[in-house]
């Protein structure tokens, strides 16, 4: 019998969460005790620093905690971190963070996971909206100061989301004082980058403040046809209505336009081609488009009993349509490949509010919190496609010279629906410290759900209602000063919006976590490292039989550990590290099950950078990953990569860098799929030089 484990059962693993250390850095006096309120509130942005590190993070918790105070594995990838490795897209981010795996595509349209699950949505500012690779809607990096990163299910605050973590970015905001920069980047593949960030009060009395970014990224690499153009509009108002209030709104805009490259097919004893191979089995007139544009506003507010209220809110619109043909088959002993076409067009709309409050008291002696809110989601996906089943057979000789078609034009709309998902919420969260050393937190979360399915084709439409009351627990315990040991269990709740063969929704994923760890923190919160065990159940995922209907998968159970240090280890020397191992296990099998074949058994990430003078630095990275099995037998090998940059300070205002990726020029498969597509080369050597100039 499959070992389930469920909401009451979490009581077993009370020895979880969360921290008041987050107040160690308050006005504290244990005489006299003095609630000031959370001064994680108040921490500055990362970039007005150089460090790796940041000391604490919204991401699952709400009110602010210091990163060794929270029950769940999170990481803080800061600005610097962002300038250093020189990296444009969240995919890349992903790439280069330990215990995240990145299915590579063109940027902006590849797949991150974390411990064997897709994210489906991203956070700005805790408030999410969908991220779907095929629709191109991973985020450009430019508009945000910080990405914070939690691993595992955290179905409290974000019950939409989903099991592999939470990804939130902290948005760039208006300074006190001048400041701009100015980006011009070349590299290999024809690669361009034109980048414009100024920040400035409006106002003598710097009360009104405002954030301009502008930045536009691309290359076209010739071997492949592979084209692909990226572009940002950014801005942000804030306001002190008074000195303990703040209304801040913001606009974000991204374009991006590629040409779909679906990797390469397999020869006709179905392996892997040989590489180097940077053949396109498709016509070039393939095209992709995606726009999106963002809406944000928040209003803060600062109580004198110690209290902190938010209200936020985010309106996305984005748009995607693409049209192109992709191979269907192996190569055959003919030079031949079958092709097949697919086109869709979508519109997706996200409306979400959260309004929350948190608030320290005084408990036995000691500084509690408390955190209370209410939101609501409204997600709306109105999608148009065509997908083709009967294949063309074309010589690979004549790809180039296939005709241009409207696909979705010339053969209408194979299916058509418009899906909506509105969910209100009510949570809780109590932390308690009852011993100076020990920090317990319980929380509950109430949703409610209205799914409405209508396809467009058959004109019918299919309703479902659901709620779920969902609980979370954990505790955190300090060793001393520097080590804390923790433990958390938490669940996931998510009604599907997909329709089975029979015309039924499917029924809700379900899913819950158990992770214990322990915490560090060094040379005055400068240095972090976590070591953190998991055991995550799921089951009721969507997937697809072989006649691409959409079915339920059984329950597959997710077993890991990850090693992870960051920061600096000395004043010249900053660094992250990290190994994540999983094992993926079907549990119950169901009709249609397939193992999540993407994901190694082992990763590595490490890179190091030193300041060997006042202008010189210099950094190096590794990433490795043991060997992938696929489900169609065709497995690629384990691989490693290395990375370096060096960066010159020609002048106080002119900085120069130099970065280059697969310094050895590996050879290796990143990704590996079906017969026709998804087999991905790894990246081939690159380079980009790089001019930052402030002003």
């Known amino acids: 019998m499959t070992n389930k484990i469920s909401f009451p059962l979490t009581a077993v693993y009370a020895a979880l969460f969360i921290s008041v250390n987050a107040y160690a850095e308050n006005d504290t006096q244990i005489e006299t005790l003095t609630i000031e309120g959370n001064s994680l509130y108040l921490e500055e942005p990362t970039e007005d620093t150089d460090s790796y590190t940041n000391k604490g993070a919204f991401v699952g918790t709400k009110a602010p905690a210091a990163l060794k105070d929270i029950p769940q594995s999170v990481s803080v990838v800061t600005n610097q971190t962002i300038e250093d490795q020189s990296v444009d897209t969240l995919q890349e981010v992903a790439e280069n963070t330990p215990g995240l795996r990145m299915l ?3 940027k902006g ?29 991973m985020p450009n990096l430019a508009p945000f100061d910080r990405i914070e990163i939690m691993r ?12 592999g973590g939470i990804i939130n970015l902290i948005r760039k905001r208006g300074g006190y004082e001048f400041d701009g920069d100015l980006d011009l980047a070349i590299g290999s593949d024809e690669y361009y980058e034109v980048g414009l960030d100024v920040s400035s009060p409006l106002n003598e009395e710097g009360t009104v403040r405002g954030r301009l970014v502008i930045n536009g990224f691309g290359e076209t690499p010739e071997a492949t046809d592979k084209d692909e153009h990226h572009e940002t509009i950014y801005g942000s108002l804030d306001f002190d209505l008074d000195e303990d209030t703040i209304l801040g709104v913001g606009f974000l805009h991204q374009e991006r336009s590629v040409i779909p490259n679906n990797g390469l097919p397999l020869d006709s004893d179905g392996n892997l081609l040989s590489l180097p191979n940077n053949d396109y089995y498709a016509p070039n007139w393939n095209s992709f488009e995606m726009t999106s544009d963002d809406f944000f506003a928040d209003l803060t507010t600062h109580f004198d009993n110690g209290g902190y209220g938010k209200v936020g809110m985010r309106y996305r619109e984005n748009t995607a349509d693409w049209s192109y043909l992709y191979a269907n088959s192996a190569i055959s002993s003919t030079d031949t490949i079958d092709l097949l076409p697919y086109a869709g067009d979508v519109e997706q709309k996200a409306f979400v509010v959260d309004g929350s409050y948190s608030q320290p008291f ?51 709309a194979s299916s058509y629906s ?22 317990l937190i319980v929380g509950a979360r109430s949703s409610q759900w209205d799914i409405t399915n209508n396809n467009k084709l058959t004109d019918s439409t299919t309703t479902r209602s659901d709620s779920k009351l969902i609980g979370y627990s954990g505790a955190v315990y300090d060793l001393n000063d520097s080590h804390s040991l923790y433990a958390s269990a938490s669940q ?69 550990a990850e090693f992870e240090v960051i920061g600096q280890l000395s004043e010249r020397f900053k660094m992250t590290a990290g190994y994540s191992y999983i094992d993926t296990e079907i549990l119950e099998a169901s009709a249609y099950d397939v193992l999540i074949s993407y994901m190694p058994e082992h990763m590595i990430n490490l890179w190091g950078n030193y300041q060997v003078n006042e202008k010189l630095n210099v950094g190096a990275g590794l990433n490795a990953m043991s060997e992938i099995i696929n489900d169609s037998g065709a497995d690629a090998d384990a691989y490693k990569t290395v990375s370096a940059m060096a960066s010159y300070q020609i002048t106080p205002s002119l900085r120069a860098q130099f970065n280059v990726s697969n310094l050895f020029n590996e050879q290796y498969y990143a990704r590996v799929g079906g017969s026709g597509i998804f087999n991905y080369p790894g990246a081939e050597r690159s380079f980009k030089a790089s001019a930052h100039y402030d002003f």
Do not use: C, W
């Open 104 to 106: 590579p595509n063109e």
């Open 109 to 137: 349209r590849s797949s991150v996971i974390a411990r064997g699950y897709k994210y489906s949505e991203y956070n700005v500012d805790g408030l999410p909206a969908q991220m779907e690779s095929r629709l191109g809607t």
């Open 152 to 163: 595992g299910p955290s179905g409290l605050f974000d019950a939409s989301g989903e099991m």
């Open 362 to 412: 005084e408990f036995l002696g000691n500084i509690s919190e408390f955190v209370a809110g209410l939101d609501y989601k409204n997600f709306e996906d109105d999608r148009e496609e065509y997908k083709s089943r009967s294949a063309t057979t074309y010589s690979i000789s004549a790809l180039d010279s296939i005709a241009y078609y409207d696909i979705l034009g010339t053969n209408g």
């Open 418 to 439: 418009n899906v909506t998902r509105e969910e209100t919420g009510v949570y809780g969260k109590l932390t308690l410290r009852p011993i100076k050393e020990l920090a």
């Open 492 to 560: 996931l709740y998510i009604p599907q919006e997909y329709i089975d063969e029979y015309g039924d929704i499917l029924d809700p994923r379900e899913g819950n976590q158990i992770e214990v760890g322990i915490k560090g923190s060094y040379l005055n919160n400068n240095l972090q490292a976590r070591l953190s065990f998991y055991r995550i159940h799921d089951e009721n995922a969507f997937a697809f039989d072989s006649s691409y209907n959409y079915v339920a998968t059984g329950e597959r159970q997710m077993t890991g």
